[in-house]
Each structure stands twice: as C-alpha cells, then as structure tokens.
C-alpha cells in the first residue's frame, strides 16, 4: 500500500470517528442534558406546572343562615337572600327599619349579614317606593350627604337598559370602611361594613 493511500485510509477513519462522536454528543444532549427533545409539561412564571395548578374554591358560609319571618314580603324574599353567592355571608338577622321614613316607602328593613367574625359584618338597608322617581330622590338624599373618598360610581343595568345608579364612598370617619348606595328601579339599597368587604359584597349581591 503507497503512503498516499494510507494517509487517505487513516482520514477517512479520523472522519468517522469524529462523526460519530458528534452523534452522540447531540444524542446525550437531546435527551440527558439539557434535555430539549424530551417533552415537559408547561410552567408559569410561578415555576409550578400548568396541569398541576388548581384554582380556589370560591368563598362559601361557614354558618348558617337565619330564617325570614313567617311574614316576610315578596320585597324581603327578594332583597335579603340567605347567602351572596361568591361571598363567606349568610343572612342572620332581620328586622323592620325606619332609616328612610320621612320618604314614606312602603316597606323597609334592616338585614345584617355575617361570616361569623362580628368585626366583618354587613349591614344592608333596603326599601321600596310605589314608583321609580321616589326612589330616585332618596337616592339623590341619601347619596349627597355621604361624604368621603368615592371608590366606585356607575348606572345600574337590567338587561342592558339602566334602572338606576351607584356610588360607593369610603367612610370619611374610618378609612377601613364604606358605604355602598344603589337604587334599582323602585328598590334602594345601602351597604355598610369593611371597606375591603363592602366592594365585593355589592357587586355580588344579585338585586
């Protein structure tokens, strides 16, 4: 054998051996380290796996609601439910109220709601009119004399078509609370309690 073919033979070999080693080379990376032809399953940016997240449950009662009196109205069946869904609220008390009376309602009442921590506790006060334009001038009444940062204002829509207004104002007595005011068409409500409790309850409330 010349020296020209031996010289040939021993590249082809050093070009085989070197071929092979890239081949395992790009082998263990693909699939020991780092590992980019083998699957994993989606992270976020909280570093835990999508498929394994799970979401919270949504707030629910922990006590028991109390019972509507035997003689409860169509309006109190309807404005004071026994829980808001979405919320840690039931119903536990309710009673008669005369907050509103010069603006003669035809009915009005005072219903407190709780999630057993006394410190949380809502108190809603809802009355009707006979027609829509007394409801509104209470509203108007009751909203300018509440003074106060204003956290959230708006129409109220039934349907796409507005049947009043809303304003939620911090307290100006107590940062820490707020009072959230509504009327829906003859009906107005007023929420008070926590600030951080009032705005969720009211958007929640299904009236």
Do not use: C, H
């Amino acid at each position: 054998m010349s020296n020209n073919a031996s010289t040939s033979s021993r590249r082809r070999l050093v070009v085989i051996v070197v071929a092979a080693v890239v081949v395992v080379l790009a082998l263990l990376s693909a699939f020991v380290w780092p590992g980019w032809a083998v699957r994993k399953p989606a992270v976020e940016a909280t570093g835990k796996a999508t498929s394994g997240q799970t979401q919270s449950a949504p707030a629910t009662p922990t006590i028991k609601a109390s019972p509507l009196p035997g003689s409860a109205t169509e309006l109190l069946k309807a404005a004071a439910p026994e829980t808001v869904e979405g919320t840690a609220y039931a119903r536990v008390k309710t009673q008669s109220a005369q907050d509103w009376a010069s603006a003669s309602p035809i009915e009005e009442y005072q219903i407190t709601y709780s999630t057993g921590n006394a410190a949380k506790d809502l108190t809603l006060v809802t009355a009707q009119w006979s027609d829509a334009n007394s409801a509104q001038a209470q509203y108007k009444k009751v909203t300018d004399a509440l003074d106060g940062e204003t956290l959230a204002q708006g129409s109220v829509k039934v349907s796409g078509a507005a049947k009043g207004s809303y304003l939620v104002k911090a307290d100006d007595s107590d940062s820490a609370k707020a009072v959230a005011v509504w009327q829906n068409d003859t009906v107005l409500f007023q929420i008070t309690g926590p600030k951080a409790e009032v705005l969720d309850f009211y958007q929640k409330f299904p009236l």
